[in-house]
Protein backbone atom coordinates (compact mmCIF):
# COMPACT_ATOMS: atom_id res chain seq x y z
CA UNK A 1 0.00 0.00 0.00
CA UNK A 2 1.35 3.14 -0.74
CA UNK A 3 1.38 6.70 1.33
CA UNK A 4 1.08 10.04 0.36
CA UNK A 5 0.70 13.35 1.83
CA UNK A 6 -2.96 14.30 2.89
CA UNK A 7 -4.53 16.59 0.54
CA UNK A 8 -4.35 20.47 2.63
CA UNK A 9 -0.92 19.38 3.80
CA UNK A 10 2.31 20.72 2.47
CA UNK A 11 5.64 20.11 3.97
CA UNK A 12 8.93 22.74 3.85
CA UNK A 13 12.35 21.20 4.81
CA UNK A 14 14.24 24.02 6.52
CA UNK A 15 18.11 23.68 7.65
CA UNK A 16 17.14 21.53 10.94
CA UNK A 17 14.71 19.30 9.51
CA UNK A 18 11.66 19.91 7.95
CA UNK A 19 8.01 21.77 8.91
CA UNK A 20 4.75 20.03 8.13
CA UNK A 21 1.58 22.62 7.71
CA UNK A 22 -2.19 21.23 7.94
CA UNK A 23 -3.69 24.24 6.36
CA UNK A 24 -7.17 22.06 6.96
CA UNK A 25 -6.68 23.15 10.09
CA UNK A 26 -3.85 25.33 10.88
CA UNK A 27 -1.95 23.08 12.72
CA UNK A 28 1.95 22.45 12.05
CA UNK A 29 4.74 19.96 13.28
CA UNK A 30 8.34 20.18 13.41
CA UNK A 31 10.00 17.24 12.44
CA UNK A 32 13.80 16.77 12.89
CA UNK A 33 16.36 15.77 10.54
CA UNK A 34 15.60 12.27 11.25
CA UNK A 35 12.51 12.76 11.21
CA UNK A 36 12.23 14.06 7.84
CA UNK A 37 13.83 11.29 6.64
CA UNK A 38 11.44 8.77 7.65
CA UNK A 39 8.48 11.23 5.87
CA UNK A 40 10.70 11.47 2.79
CA UNK A 41 11.18 7.45 2.62
CA UNK A 42 7.21 6.97 3.57
CA UNK A 43 6.13 9.45 0.62
CA UNK A 44 8.42 8.35 -1.97
CA UNK A 45 8.28 4.40 -1.64
CA UNK A 46 5.75 1.97 -2.46
CA UNK A 47 5.09 0.27 0.83
CA UNK A 48 5.28 1.12 4.62
CA UNK A 49 7.75 -2.02 4.74
CA UNK A 50 9.92 -0.73 1.87
CA UNK A 51 9.89 2.81 3.40
CA UNK A 52 11.04 1.82 6.42
CA UNK A 53 13.80 -0.55 5.22
CA UNK A 54 15.00 2.20 3.71
CA UNK A 55 14.23 5.05 6.46
CA UNK A 56 16.41 2.46 8.72
CA UNK A 57 19.18 1.86 6.33
CA UNK A 58 20.19 5.92 5.65
CA UNK A 59 19.33 6.38 9.31
CA UNK A 60 21.89 3.66 10.85
CA UNK A 61 24.56 4.73 8.31
CA UNK A 62 24.21 8.29 9.76
CA UNK A 63 23.75 6.84 13.22
CA UNK A 64 25.41 3.61 13.34
CA UNK A 65 25.99 4.29 17.73
CA UNK A 66 21.78 4.49 17.53
CA UNK A 67 20.81 1.57 15.08
CA UNK A 68 19.80 -1.03 17.57
CA UNK A 69 17.02 1.70 18.40
CA UNK A 70 16.41 2.97 14.92
CA UNK A 71 13.72 0.62 14.49
CA UNK A 72 11.57 1.39 16.62
CA UNK A 73 11.83 4.90 16.35
CA UNK A 74 10.97 5.05 12.84
CA UNK A 75 8.11 2.64 13.54
CA UNK A 76 7.00 5.58 16.01
CA UNK A 77 7.06 8.20 13.63
CA UNK A 78 5.37 6.86 10.48
CA UNK A 79 2.39 5.86 13.66
CA UNK A 80 2.35 9.24 14.63
CA UNK A 81 2.13 10.87 10.46
CA UNK A 82 -0.61 8.44 10.37
CA UNK A 83 -2.31 9.39 14.10
CA UNK A 84 -2.41 13.23 12.60
CA UNK A 85 -3.40 12.08 9.51
CA UNK A 86 -1.17 14.15 7.54
CA UNK A 87 -0.08 10.87 5.80
CA UNK A 88 -2.48 8.72 4.43
CA UNK A 89 -2.17 5.61 2.55
CA UNK A 90 -3.35 5.46 -0.87
Do not use: F
Request: without cysteine; aromatic residues 2%.
Amino acid sequence: MAYRLADGVTVTETDGGTVILDLRNGAYRLLNESGATVLRHLTEHGTEGDASTGAIAELSARHPEAAHDIPDDVHLVVQALLEAKVVERS
